[in-house]
Structures are given as C-alpha cells and as structure tokens.
C-alpha cells in the first residue's frame, strides 16, 4: 500500500505541478515583501500576516484541489482508472490515491506557512530586507500591545514562534488535506468533472459570505486566515474544520462502500 | 347505446338533480326573503330574493363548492390519460384543455342556478332598481345591505357576482387541476380540493385580515366589496392564482424533458437567493433611513476602491458577477462536454454555434443588471430608505454617475468574464481551466494587483467612483478595448479547426 502510494507521489509531482507549488511557495513572500514599503509593520507577526493575509484566503480552497485532484482527473476522462482495474483492486488503488492526495496537500499547504514563517521570523531579519518595524503594536489607545493578541492562532506565540509557526502550518496543511479530499472524493459522485471540482471553491466562498452575513464569520471557512478578525479562543477555527472532515470522511466511507457501482468508475 | 348517448343521459340526470335541489333551496331562501320584508315592513322585489339566492353562503360552501369540486376532481383524473397528454403535447395544452373542459361544465350549472332563481322569485314585484326593504338598513348588517349601498344597479352586481364566482370556479379548477399535475396522484388532488372546502368553511365564519388569503372573497360579493376597493381589484388574486398554474405547467413541462440537461436551475437559484442576501446586508449593516436607494446601491456593490477592499463587500461583488461567468461556465461545461460535435453540425460552423450559444448570455447580462437595480430599490423602498441626501455617495461626481458604472461598466466587465472563461476553457480543452481563471481574475480584481485599473477584474466596482467621472469613462474605454480584443479572440480561437476543443488531449 505504501509502495504504491510512494508511486502516486512520485508520478503525481510532474514538472507543471512543481512549478505551480514552487510559485505557491514563493510567490506570497515575494509579493509581501514587494509591497512592505507601503505599511506600518510592527515586526515579524506582522510582516506573516501581510504575506498570508493577501490573495490565499481567497482562492485557497482552489489551489488545494489543483495541487493533485486535477491532475488526478484526467484520469478519470481517459478512463485510465478504468482500465487499471483487472491489475489492481480499484478499492486499493482508489485509497492509494486518496492518501497520497492527502499527503501532498497537507505537506505543499504546510510549507506554504511555514516558508513565509521562516523568511519573516528568521531569514528576512538577518538579511535585513525591510528597513526597520516600527517598535511595538500599539492598541487603540495608543499603548503597546504584545504581538500575542493579534489573532487567533497568534495566541501560540506566548509559547514561542516556533509553537506558532508550526502550529499554524499544521492547521493551514490540515486544511488544504480537507479541501483536497473534498474535491478528490467529489470527482467520483459527480459525473460532471467542473461542478466536482468546483465545489469546494464556490462553497468555500458562498459559505464565507453568508456566515459574515449572519455576523459569525468566526465560524466560516476562512477562519483558517483569521487575520482581519478579532481573537477568538483556540477552539473556534476547528469548529469549521471538524464539519468539513465530517463530511469529506462521510462522502469517503460512502465512495468506499459504492466503490463498484459509481457511474464514474463503469 | 352508444357511451356518448349513455354520458348525455346521466348528465340531463345530474342536472335535473340540480336543479330541483337548487329550486327547493330557492323556495327557503324566497320564505325567508319575505319574512324579512314582513318585519321590516318594506316592500319587496324581485331583485331581493335573487340577489340574496345567489349570495346565499350556505348554499353556496356546502351544495355548490363541494359538487363543483368532486366533479373537478373526477374530470381531472379522467383527462389526465395518456392519449390525451399525447393529443396536447404538452402540460401547459393540457392544462388549458382543462380549463376549457370546466368552462363547458360551468356553464350550465350556473344557468340552472340561475333559472332556478328566476323561477322560484316568480310572484315578487319586478322593477329595475332596488327595493325599499332593501336599501333600508337593518340592525344585523343584512347581505343586501352592503350591496345595494355601492352604488350599482341590481344588475350590475348580478353580473359581477356571477362573473366573479364563475372566474373562482374555474380558479379552484386550475389549481387542482395543476396540484394533480405536479403530485400525479389523485388522492392528493382530493386532499387539495378538501383544503379549499374547510379553508372556505372556516372563512366564511372568520375573516382574515389579509384579503387575498380570506376565500370567502372570491365566492361572495358582499364580502369583496368589504375587502376590495374599487371591486375589480377582487378578480387580481384569482387571476394570479391562474397565471401560477400555468407558470407551474411550464415547470413541469420543463421537468419533463430537462432530464439531459444539467442541474443548472438549483445553482441559479442559489445564486438568486444570494444577490438578495447581499442587498438586504447592505441595507441592515450599513445604511441608516436617510439615505436614498442609489446609497443602498453603490453599498450593495461597493467592490474594491483604488485604495483597498472589504471583505464582505468584495465577496459579495464577486459572487455577483464572478458567479454570472460561473453559471456561464456550467452552461458551458455541458455544452462543450456533451455535444459540441453534435451542436456545431448542426450549427454548420464553429462560429455560427458560437454566435447563438454567446449571444443570449450577453443578453442575459444587462437583464441581470436591471433586475438587481430592481431589486435594491423595491428592498430601498421597504428599508424605508426614501432619503435623498445621499450621504454616502457623497465624494462622488453625481449620482447618476451611479447608475453608469452599474449599468455600462457592469455590461462591459460581465462581457469580458464571460469571454475570458470560454477563451481558458476553449484554448486549454478542459473547462475546469475556466475556473482557474475565475480564481484569477478573483485574485487580479485586489486593488494592490489591479494597478491602475488596467486589468478587466472588477473594474465595475462602485469603489472606483470615488476617482472621479473621468475615471469612470476612462474604465468604460479599457472595458471596451478588452471587449474588442477578446471578441477578436473568440471568433478566431472559436474558427481556427486545430484548436477545436479537446481534439488536443
């Protein structure tokens, strides 16, 4: 099982791949660091939340599924998958790629905190790449705040940067997994490829959109960027998150089961 | 015998039944209709007892309505036979076969009716106008009372009343008639026809405050013309109530045959209910009475500025106009998926198919416009927001500058999405390109990356009228320059035969 998703991986990072994941890394720090000029930054945690606050909260559901669920469709419209079933068990070989799925989701959405953490926590000071941060966070009073009250997850700070860096890459990759599998499992109940893989994107963002309506954004799907919000206690981000692992493990458990009945797989 | 002979007979049958009921019942109402003239001592005519026959409640909610809707109730599950849905085609020729078929059963019962009402006043003075015992109102508000007090000849609310029942009638018909074609089960139909008799019962005791919903309206004048003022506003509902049976035909004919096509009617309403989300948010979160429906406008679409976003306000600008060029996208999918060979011979050309799949979207586009414009300001005029002083849009050239962006840019910039998508998904081969490219152009409408406003992302966004009419103008050249281009794009990608879609995968 590991062997073959081992192989997954490895056929999965083709270079197009690659160079999307390279720019997924990359490209954010860059660009925060590009327009850093332009703002009053307080220091590390804040030159973080520049760089992760800017354009992936908008499209971070749509990333997750390209880095390995649209590739893995085209299997699906040249009927490879069917035709690998007299060599494999199609169950086995569908978790195979349910896993390797989510193994590189969640390793690609790690690094994709973690890289911007490490160049604007420890690399970018060294370097010295922005002029100077103003000395403290000042409250609406005028007063200095610590960093510690900036956002939800910055409430891991008070243990240390290294807790909040990699916790937070830890929350961001389970995330990216969960929005990965949702468009992975979907693409075998919908028969039509779009809609499937759209579903996470334009749910994603309808579901943003009407829980600010209802004035809980604590609880929409973009909490996971909780960076123009006010701090909530640590277990508010993973109300959403638990919903949408509840249903990503239903609508496996139930692809599982129907596995040799899907229209997608006949 | 023949079975039309058979049917023509039992039908003389029933109606002689009828008729002799509704006789018997129009001598009660004649006693009745004396006694009452005795008492007060007024003269009577003719006019008293027919008038008051034929606003009899009694007769009327437990003789009349309930034949009239086992009848309909029987007719319609006879009619709704395979040959004949086969002979009409469609629901909606059914449904109006039915109606038709009503009307024939109609008309005579209302002419025994109403011969058993002359019949039985015969004996009673005749004169044109109304009587005294009539006109003279008595203590308990009589159903002669409130009539003969409007104004119109006796005649006249004769025909009124029969024209009013006869159009109820025939209501209650086609909303059975259209509840049996969406449920096929008859006794749903019964169901349906029971709830109209009690929802009447109860309405002839109590009524409701809200006129369309009080049933006794529709079959009494007397009641109408407490209700409705002036009396033809009494037919409005029931009219209506037809119009939705048709409208319900429609959908199930549309059910019918829509079982190739894609689930596109659920995102659609989806995408509906949200345009109505986002206005009613701009009008609760962030309007106060004072301002004018071109506030609650610029707000609802507020967009991006040159100077930054709101999240809540960019979500809803993109879910507005970014979801257009998605449901575009789903139309599309299906198109290109399903039967693009298919379409385009039938078509002749590439080009010509993509004339008449393009050219309805674009209509669509500044009809979206107009509804949302529509919409705000029937939500404006409920929201109370009749203020004119335009306190929000107060840095901006003039408010009608407003209605530019909405209309002009907002065509311009659904144009320039909807071509951006097909171009991604035409030149890539899959249409799931065509979502990466909304990703993008989600992305590209950020201020900090639409620099300049250069890029066809949002640029309809109220946020930029801030910078001044010229700049308006200045997004309406860019928006049209893009147009041209992409059009250019479109019909040459769309023409050229080695970049035919999915020849290439």
């Known amino acids: 099982m590991l062997k073959t998703v081992r192989k997954d991986l490895t056929s999965a990072l083709s270079w197009k791949v690659l160079l999307f994941v390279a720019a997924l890394l990359v490209l954010p720090s860059l660009y925060g660091t590009v327009i850093s000029d332009g703002y009053a930054l307080s220091g590390p945690v804040d030159f973080f939340t520049l760089i992760m606050g800017g354009v992936l909260p908008l499209i971070f559901p749509l990333l997750a599924v390209a880095v390995y669920a649209v590739p893995f469709s085209n299997q699906l419209s040249n009927r490879y998958l069917v035709y690998t079933r007299t060599r494999i068990d199609i169950r086995r070989n569908l978790a195979a790629k349910a896993l390797a799925n989510l193994i590189l989701a969640f390793i690609v959405f790690f690094l994709v905190a973690f890289l911007p953490f490490l160049w604007a926590f420890f690399i970018e000071p060294s370097l010295g790449v922005i002029d100077q941060y103003r000395q403290s966070m000042v409250g609406p009073d005028g007063s200095a705040v610590s960093p510690s009250i900036g956002n939800t997850f910055s409430q891991l700070l008070a243990i240390g940067p290294w807790a909040y860096g990699v916790g937070y890459s830890m929350v961001l990759g389970l995330n990216g997994s969960i929005y990965a599998s949702l468009g992975f499992v979907l693409l075998f109940l919908i028969s039509n490829r779009f809609v499937a893989i759209a579903i996470p994107f334009v749910g994603y963002n309808i579901a943003n959109f009407v829980f600010g309506v209802l004035a809980i954004p604590q609880f929409s799907p973009a909490i996971v960027f909780p960076f123009n919000l006010i701090q909530f206690p640590m277990w508010v981000p993973f109300v959403p998150f638990t919903i949408l692992a509840f249903v990503a493990l239903a609508l496996a458990v139930y692809v599982h089961r129907n596995t040799h009945r899907l229209d997608v797989l006949l | 015998?023949?079975?039309?002979?058979?049917?023509?007979?039992?039908?003389?049958?029933?109606?002689?039944?009828?008729?002799?009921?509704?006789?018997?019942?129009?001598?009660?109402?004649?006693?009745?209709?004396?006694?009452?003239?005795?008492?007060?001592?007024?003269?009577?005519?003719?006019?008293?007892?027919?008038?008051?026959?034929?606003?009899?409640?009694?007769?009327?909610?437990?003789?009349?309505?309930?034949?009239?809707?086992?009848?309909?109730?029987?007719?319609?599950?006879?009619?709704?036979?395979?040959?004949?849905?086969?002979?009409?085609?469609?629901?909606?020729?059914?449904?109006?076969?039915?109606?038709?078929?009503?009307?024939?059963?109609?008309?005579?019962?209302?002419?025994?009716?109403?011969?058993?009402?002359?019949?039985?006043?015969?004996?009673?003075?005749?004169?044109?106008?109304?009587?005294?015992?009539?006109?003279?109102?008595?203590?308990?508000?009589?159903?002669?009372?409130?009539?003969?007090?409007?104004?119109?000849?006796?005649?006249?609310?004769?025909?009124?009343?029969?024209?009013?029942?006869?159009?109820?009638?025939?209501?209650?018909?086609?909303?059975?008639?259209?509840?049996?074609?969406?449920?096929?089960?008859?006794?749903?139909?019964?169901?349906?026809?029971?709830?109209?008799?009690?929802?009447?019962?109860?309405?002839?005791?109590?009524?409701?405050?809200?006129?369309?919903?009080?049933?006794?309206?529709?079959?009494?004048?007397?009641?109408?013309?407490?209700?409705?003022?002036?009396?033809?506003?009494?037919?409005?509902?029931?009219?209506?109530?037809?119009?939705?049976?048709?409208?319900?035909?429609?959908?199930?004919?549309?059910?019918?045959?829509?079982?190739?096509?894609?689930?596109?009617?659920?995102?659609?309403?989806?995408?509906?209910?949200?345009?109505?989300?986002?206005?009613?948010?701009?009008?609760?979160?962030?309007?106060?009475?004072?301002?004018?429906?071109?506030?609650?406008?610029?707000?609802?679409?507020?967009?991006?500025?040159?100077?930054?976003?709101?999240?809540?306000?960019?979500?809803?600008?993109?879910?507005?106009?970014?979801?257009?060029?998605?449901?575009?996208?789903?139309?599309?999918?299906?198109?290109?998926?399903?039967?693009?060979?298919?379409?385009?011979?039938?078509?002749?050309?590439?080009?010509?198919?993509?004339?008449?799949?393009?050219?309805?979207?674009?209509?669509?586009?500044?009809?979206?416009?107009?509804?949302?414009?529509?919409?705000?300001?029937?939500?404006?005029?409920?929201?109370?927001?009749?203020?004119?002083?335009?306190?929000?849009?107060?840095?901006?050239?003039?408010?009608?500058?407003?209605?530019?962006?909405?209309?002009?840019?907002?065509?311009?910039?659904?144009?320039?999405?909807?071509?951006?998508?097909?171009?991604?998904?035409?030149?890539?081969?899959?249409?799931?390109?065509?979502?990466?490219?909304?990703?993008?152009?989600?992305?590209?409408?950020?201020?900090?990356?639409?620099?300049?406003?250069?890029?066809?992302?949002?640029?309809?966004?109220m946020g930029y009228l801030e910078l001044g009419a010229s700049e308006l103008v200045r997004i309406t050249v860019v928006l049209s320059i893009y147009l041209v281009v992409l059009t250019v794009i479109t019909t040459l990608v769309v023409g050229n035969r080695r970049l035919f879609f999915n020849e290439r995968i």
Not at chain 2, 118 to 146: C, F, H, M, N, R
Not at chain 2, 181 to 196: E, S
């Open chain 2, 1 to 461: 015998m023949t079975g039309r002979t058979l049917t023509s007979a039992r039908t003389v049958l029933w109606h002689a039944a009828f008729l002799v009921v509704s006789v018997l019942f129009g001598i009660t109402v004649r006693q009745q209709a004396i006694g009452r003239g005795q008492e007060s001592q007024a003269s009577l005519n003719q006019w008293d007892h027919i008038l008051g026959f034929l606003l009899e409640p009694y007769f009327i909610a437990y003789f009349l309505l309930p034949v009239w809707l086992f009848t309909s109730c029987v007719a319609i599950h006879r009619h709704f036979a395979i040959p004949a849905l086969i002979r009409l085609g469609s629901y909606r020729s059914w449904l109006r076969s039915s109606i038709l078929g009503a009307v024939r059963r109609l008309i005579p019962l209302m002419l025994i009716w109403l011969v058993s009402a002359l019949l039985t006043s015969i004996g009673l003075p005749y004169e044109w106008g109304w009587s005294s015992a009539s006109t003279t109102p008595t203590e308990s508000k009589q159903i002669l009372d409130v009539v003969s007090v409007q104004g119109l000849p006796p005649l006249a609310v004769l025909a009124i009343q029969l024209g009013l029942f006869t159009v109820t009638l025939i209501g209650c018909h086609a909303a059975l008639a259209a509840v049996h074609l969406i449920a096929k089960r008859r006794y749903v139909t019964f169901l349906g026809a029971a709830l109209v008799f009690f929802s009447l019962l109860y309405s002839f005791r109590n009524s409701f405050g809200f006129a369309p919903l009080d049933f006794a309206n529709f079959f009494l004048l007397h009641r109408a013309f407490d209700a409705y003022d002036p009396i033809a506003l009494v037919f409005v509902p029931v009219l209506v109530a037809v119009a939705l049976c048709f409208a319900a035909a429609r959908y199930a004919d549309r059910q019918g045959d829509a079982r190739l096509k894609l689930p596109v009617r659920w995102p659609l309403l989806v995408y509906l209910a949200l345009c109505l989300l986002g206005i009613l948010y701009a009008w609760v979160y962030k309007l106060q009475p004072s301002n004018s429906p071109t506030d609650l406008l610029f707000v609802a679409f507020y967009g991006v500025s040159a100077g930054g976003y709101t999240w809540m306000l960019y979500l809803f600008h993109s879910i507005v106009f970014l979801g257009f060029a998605y449901l575009f996208q789903l139309g599309l999918t299906e198109e290109l998926d399903a039967r693009i060979y298919y379409v385009a011979l039938r078509r002749g050309s590439p080009v010509r198919w993509l004339a008449h799949f393009i050219l309805p979207v674009a209509g669509r586009a500044p009809i979206l416009l107009a509804s949302l414009v529509a919409v705000t300001s029937v939500v404006a005029l409920l929201g109370n927001l009749t203020g004119s002083n335009n306190a929000i849009t107060e840095g901006i050239p003039d408010p009608g500058w407003v209605l530019y962006q909405f209309f002009v840019n907002g065509t311009l910039q659904l144009l320039c999405y909807v071509l951006i998508t097909f171009i991604v998904s035409w030149v890539s081969g899959r249409t799931v390109a065509g979502l990466f490219a909304l990703g993008a152009l989600l992305v590209l409408s950020l201020p900090a990356l639409n620099v300049g406003q250069l890029l066809p992302a949002a640029l309809n966004s």
